[in-house]
């Protein structure tokens, strides 16, 4: 399985960007994506989740209602838009896929692939 993370960039606070994840080398619709961000000095973190069939996405408190997750699976390919974004948004974003989850996706060792990683700079 083979994640391809693309869409980071430079954007002012209050901005948008959507990130896409595309997967390749299995069966789409049987994995579970979750969306990770890490910044330097901190621990990798969860952002957003959602399941194989799109009837369920999680999110942290520091996103709710600003940034959603979906999934097309007919392109192979999770989203992350993020709207009003703020400077503590900036960080490494990682997608990764999952063939069962514990607790919803939100932590990392559920997950069995990582993709390489795509920078999102907030500028204040």
């Known amino acids: 399985v083979q994640l391809q993370a693309s869409g980071g960039g430079l954007v002012q606070a209050g901005g948008s960007l959507r990130l896409s994840c595309a997967a390749s080398g299995c069966t789409f619709s049987t994995y579970a994506m979750g969306w990770f961000r890490q910044s330097p000095g901190r621990e990798r973190e969860f952002v957003a989740s959602i399941s194989w069939s799109v009837d369920s996405t999680y999110y942290a408190d520091s996103v709710r209602g600003r940034f959603t997750v979906s999934r097309d699976n007919a392109k192979n390919t999770v989203y992350l838009q993020m709207n009003s974004l703020k400077p503590e948004d900036t960080a490494v974003y990682y997608c990764?896929?999952?063939?069962?989850?514990?607790?919803?996706?939100?932590?990392?060792?559920?997950?069995?692939?990582w993709g390489q990683g795509t920078l999102v700079t907030v500028s204040s």
């Open positions: 990764a896929a999952a063939s069962r989850w514990y607790y919803s996706g939100t932590y990392p060792d559920e997950y069995d692939y």
